[in-house]
């Protein structure tokens, strides 16, 4: 799964618009709908004004509790990576990769995000 | 195929000392060698008698009880309560009540004792009374209905108790001792006088080397207590309290040897004379003393545990220094206090008259040892003199430091570390310091967890402070980081997080992490700090908490202003206050969950929960429910959530308040408060308590007079009784006491603790708080209210000020790119409503 992904990624990947910054929320997430090579997938990207990296995208699909609800998360850093905490069970995904931090086993899809004036685009 | 019968074991006594040995025959498996029968004379199952007083101040049989009837029927022991031993056949082998006859084995006396009635013409009479058993004290609580005033014979420890609870039953009362001062056997003249001032301050008459010669029908009152020298005092009610005396009379009926002034003979393994009869507690006599403390009687029973085990843990005496609170005035004895027991002693004694504090260290003849010591008026350094004496720790070069007022040329208090392993630290359950460290090493992270497996702490609960000290130091020592900071963003408890934001008025979460945040962090938070500051920002300042620098901090209900289920959708809980709703508005209620396809269902709280709602539709669904007059229920927030009533005085025969009127009152007074956890109301019309306010953070309860309150209740993982705070009190001081309260819980308690909690966990419990919220000790009564007002003028319904504002509407999109609602979400129907899948 994760190397099909990979592969997928490599070879299909495109960059399209997403939203808008009006659209999102500082500090904090919203959802989004994104077209992907293995079909539509929901997005949940955060924004954080004034830091390194301004915007993260991640899988919006909660695995532990299979409900649609990260972008609805608390954002923080844990020893210093950025992380959002699933608002049901509050596991947290690391944000740079999509990483569990209680689970070892547990990744998250992520996706390059960028602006391009006020427009939000990402890769997919 | 008859399995040989197990051999019958027989405890006579369901007291304090008699339950903690079925607990401790449980603990070891002795249910498998023997059948269990107890007996037990009163109708209760064992009750702490150590805190009976409390139940003059609100406190049931229930919450006093120390155990359940399912716990015995659990472990197969037969309880049969009610039943009083009348005889013991020890030819036969058998014990009798007037239900018949049951054969025994091996038999335990735990019969304790009786209150000492001295041989006075007249102490028969009506109105005459004891303080011991819980039926005793509602014979004293009936007598005092018609009473005005009352007199309690006995200035010892239980007589001062007694003096206490008459008083608390609005009595005039006076105390009577034949000895010279108050408390004879804790405190020298010097203290006794001390003592004898500061209890006539609270209004008891105290009469000291009295002896009452007669009790005869009185003029202006029931009864006229006649003295030595023809002097006389005119009471409607007296109460026996100078002494106990072991209740031996089935031990001394059937043969057993007992002592000269009575008490049943036991040796170390607590046998009698009969090696088939055990006797434990205050009934039985070790080399010549009665010992009237729980905590030795704790320990026979665990001896006579081991013995009825074949093992040998012999009892060995038992310490009887003691530190008592009575009628709030601190009282502590150590050792040989008098220092008339050992040769040669030395006496330090420091008297401050104004604070009336008074203290005595007696030490060994070379001033090295601390053999003694006596308190009144302030035990701060009980627990320190105790470790010296306790364990033979050498005094400081200048003794008196010990005893000196802090800040001078005073010690420090003994560090835990100062302690050999031997040092004792609970008393009641003897758990040494060596066994908490063991626990410790076997796992224990906190003082919960060394609570649980030790025991400690959880008898008198004396030694919680000093518990918790040496949990924190060997914690620490091991290192295990004791850190009360609140994440790895603020080293910083939640109290001082507020303390800051409240001193400097900061108002954003950004604003706090850049003055106070740690800087190895990115600055973002985390889901702990971040609803917390949010919490405090909000009962401090009170701004709209969909505020765009506040929304990032909440919670994920808070933020959407509804409850998450586990499929994302959310469910809805409008405010119904008191639980009073118009049929207009249920029928509006009907159709909103029928529009939008919710689950319906009656919360415990009084009000109706709307489930299934998806994050689009929350707008629109609180459009419609502002429209027909609702407002929030803040279902979702740690905040209030609703005032249980019951009908009250309006329709119900036995209502004397308007109990629905008051709970709508305080519910609109509160709503909106912002805490560091949720916070439930009760009123009730009466002292039938149908709304179960004694099970909430605020309880009220209607009397003839006003309103009674009770504090930090809690139902739930962990039920816990609310106490008794303040009575009869009218609207106003209701409504004062309640702000003054929460506000100082918001000020002081830890993220995500509720009442119950924050009160077992404060240093000087119930009565520090009594002090703090209607004494005002530290004088912040009024700035309390003036918070407290701050945030009650300044409500406003979030799910109004949210559909207001187009900006903050943005958030309730399911997608920002998509208007088509999440696929994912299914639902089925199951009782003709929709659920989850």
Same mark, same amino acid.
């Given at each position: 799964m994760t190397t099909a992904n990979a592969a997928a990624k490599t070879m299909t990947q495109t960059w399209q618009p997403l939203c808008t910054r009006a659209d999102l929320v500082p500090y904090s997430g919203v959802a989004a709908w994104v077209e992907t090579p293995e079909g539509p997938a929901q997005v949940a990207v955060f924004y954080l004004p004034g830091h390194a990296q301004e915007l993260y995208a991640i899988d919006h699909h909660d695995p532990f509790s299979s409900a649609n609800v990260i972008a609805r998360g608390i954002i923080g850093d844990l020893k210093g990576q950025p992380v959002v905490a699933s608002p049901i069970y509050k596991q947290h995904f690391r944000l740079e990769d999509g990483q569990c931090l209680e689970d070892e086993a547990v990744t998250l899809r992520t996706w390059q995000v960028s602006f391009k004036g006020d427009e939000v685009w990402i890769e997919a | 195929m008859n399995t040989p019968a197990k051999p019958q074991?027989?405890?006579?006594?369901?007291?304090?000392?008699?339950?903690?040995?079925?607990?401790?025959?449980?603990?070891?498996?002795?249910?498998?060698?023997?059948?269990?029968?107890?007996?037990?004379?009163?109708?209760?199952?064992?009750?702490?008698?150590?805190?009976?007083?409390?139940?003059f101040s609100g406190r049931d049989a229930d919450s006093l009880a120390l155990s359940t009837s399912d716990y015995y029927a659990e472990h197969g022991i037969e309880l049969r309560l009610a039943e009083a031993v009348v005889a013991i056949d020890r030819n036969k082998g058998e014990v009798v009540t007037d239900q018949g006859r049951t054969p025994y084995d091996r038999l335990v006396l735990a019969t304790g004792s009786t209150p000492f009635v001295p041989p006075i013409p007249g102490n028969e009479r009506e109105g005459c009374l004891v303080y011991r058993t819980l039926e005793d004290l509602d014979a004293i609580r009936a007598a005092a209905e018609t009473a005005t005033t009352g007199v309690v014979v006995g200035g010892g420890l239980l007589g001062l108790e007694a003096a206490g609870a008459l008083r608390g039953l609005n009595l005039d009362t006076a105390v009577v001792e034949f000895a010279p001062r108050l408390m004879p056997m804790q405190v020298d003249s010097e203290g006794g006088e001390l003592l004898r001032e500061k209890i006539e301050a609270m209004g008891v008459q105290v009469l000291t080397g009295r002896a009452t010669q007669a009790i005869v029908d009185g003029e202006a009152s029931r009864h006229r207590m006649v003295f030595q020298d023809d002097k006389v005092l005119e009471t409607d009610l007296i109460v026996f309290s100078a002494g106990i005396r072991p209740r031996d009379e089935l031990a001394r009926d059937s043969g057993l040897t007992l002592g000269e002034r009575g008490g049943v003979v036991i040796d170390d393994r607590c046998l009698t004379s009969d090696p088939a009869i055990l006797a434990v507690g205050e009934v039985a006599l070790w080399q010549g003393s009665i010992f009237g403390l729980v905590a030795p009687g704790y320990q026979m029973a665990k001896a006579a545990a081991a013995t009825l085990l074949e093992g040998d843990e012999p009892f060995k005496g038992a310490d009887?220094?003691?530190?008592?609170?009575?009628?709030?005035?601190?009282?502590?004895?150590?050792?040989?206090?008098?220092?008339?027991?050992?040769?040669?002693?030395?006496?330090?004694?420091?008297?401050?008259?104004?604070?009336?504090?008074?203290?005595?260290?007696?030490?060994?003849?070379?001033?090295?040892?601390?053999?003694?010591?006596?308190?009144?008026?302030?035990?701060?350094?009980?627990?320190?003199?105790?470790?010296?004496?306790?364990?033979?720790?050498?005094?400081?070069?200048d003794p008196a430091s010990l005893i000196l007022p802090a800040g001078g040329d005073a010690a420090p208090a003994l560090g835990p570390d100062a302690l050999p392993d031997t040092a004792m630290i609970c008393s009641c359950h003897n758990v040494t310091k060596g066994d908490v460290c063991a626990t410790i090493d076997a796992g224990a992270v906190d003082l919960g967890a060394v609570k649980g497996s030790t025991r400690a702490s959880t008898g008198c609960g004396g030694c919680a402070a000093l518990l918790k000290t040496l949990v924190d130091h060997e914690l620490e020592s091991r290192g295990v980081e004791v850190d009360k900071s609140i994440c790895e963003h603020?080293?910083?408890?939640?109290?001082?997080?507020?303390?800051?934001?409240?001193?400097?008025?900061?108002?954003?979460?950004?604003?706090?992490?850049?003055?106070?945040?740690?800087?190895?962090?990115?600055?973002?938070?985390?889901?702990?700090?971040?609803?917390?500051?949010?919490?405090?920002?909000?009962?401090?300042?009170?701004?709209?908490?969909?505020?765009?620098?506040?929304?990032?901090?909440?919670?994920?209900?808070?933020?959407?202003?509804?409850?998450?289920? !586990?499929?994302?959708t959310y469910s809805v809980v409008p405010r119904v206050p008191g639980g009073e709703i118009t049929p207009d508005k249920l029928v509006v209620l009907g159709q909103v969950a029928q529009r939008y396809g919710l689950y319906t269902k009656v919360t415990g709280g009084q009000r109706i929960d709307l489930f299934g709602a998806r994050l689009e539709d929350l707008p629109a669904i609180w459009g419609e429910l502002i429209e027909a007059g609702f407002e929030?229920?803040?279902?979702?927030? !740690?905040?209030?959530r609703t005032v249980k009533s019951c009908v009250g005085s309006t329709w119900c025969r036995y209502g004397v308040q308007d109990s629905v009127g008051m709970a709508i009152r305080l519910e609109h007074r509160y709503k909106g408060l912002r805490a560091p956890h949720k916070i439930k109301f009760g009123v009730s019309g009466c002292t039938r308590e149908c709304a179960e306010a004694q099970s909430k953070d605020i309880g009220v309860i209607a009397t003839e007079n006003g309103w009674n309150l009770y504090v930090c209740g809690n139902g739930g993982m962990r039920p816990r009784h609310a106490e008794l705070f303040a009575t009869d009190l009218d609207d106003e001081a209701l409504y004062r006491t309640i702000d003054r309260f929460l506000m100082f819980y918001i000020r002081t308690a830890d993220r995500l603790q509720r009442t119950s909690v924050w009160r077992e966990n404060l240093e000087g419990g119930l009565d520090y708080l009594?002090?703090?919220?209607?004494?005002?000790?530290?004088?912040?009564?009024?700035?309390?209210?003036?918070?407290?007002?701050?945030?009650?003028?300044?409500?406003?319904?979030?799910?109004?000020?949210?559909?207001?504002?187009?900006? !903050?509407?943005?958030?309730?999109r399911s997608f920002v790119n998509d208007a088509r609602p999440d696929p994912d979400i299914i639902t089925t129907t199951e009782r003709g409503q929709f659920r989850p899948a």
């Open positions: - | 074991l027989i405890i006579i006594g369901n007291g304090m000392v008699g339950h903690h040995l079925v607990e401790q025959l449980v603990e070891r498996g002795a249910t498998e060698r023997y059948r269990i029968t107890v007996f037990g004379e009163e109708r209760h199952l064992a009750y702490d008698r150590v805190h009976l007083s409390e139940y009887m220094s003691t530190k008592l609170k009575l009628m709030g005035v601190d009282v502590g004895a150590i050792g040989d206090a008098h220092g008339d027991r050992t040769p040669g002693a030395r006496q330090f004694r420091f008297l401050d008259p104004i604070k009336q504090q008074y203290r005595k260290l007696v030490v060994s003849s070379d001033g090295r040892r601390l053999v003694g010591a006596m308190l009144v008026g302030d035990n701060s350094v009980y627990d320190t003199l105790l470790q010296y004496y306790a364990n033979r720790i050498e005094l400081p070069e603020f080293s910083h408890t939640r109290q001082e997080l507020y303390d800051i934001v409240r001193v400097e008025g900061i108002k954003t979460f950004r604003e706090l992490m850049e003055k106070h945040g740690n800087a190895d962090t990115h600055g973002l938070g985390c889901d702990i700090c971040k609803p917390a500051v949010a919490s405090i920002l909000a009962s401090c300042f009170n701004e709209p908490i969909t505020d765009a620098a506040h929304i990032p901090l909440q919670d994920t209900n808070d933020t959407f202003m509804a409850n998450m289920q !586990k499929n994302g929030t229920g803040h279902a979702y927030g !740690k905040s209030l009594k002090e703090v919220i209607l004494e005002d000790s530290l004088g912040i009564g009024e700035e309390l209210e003036r918070q407290m007002q701050t945030v009650v003028d300044t409500y406003e319904c979030e799910w109004a000020n949210a559909i207001s504002d187009p900006e !903050k509407l943005k958030r309730f």
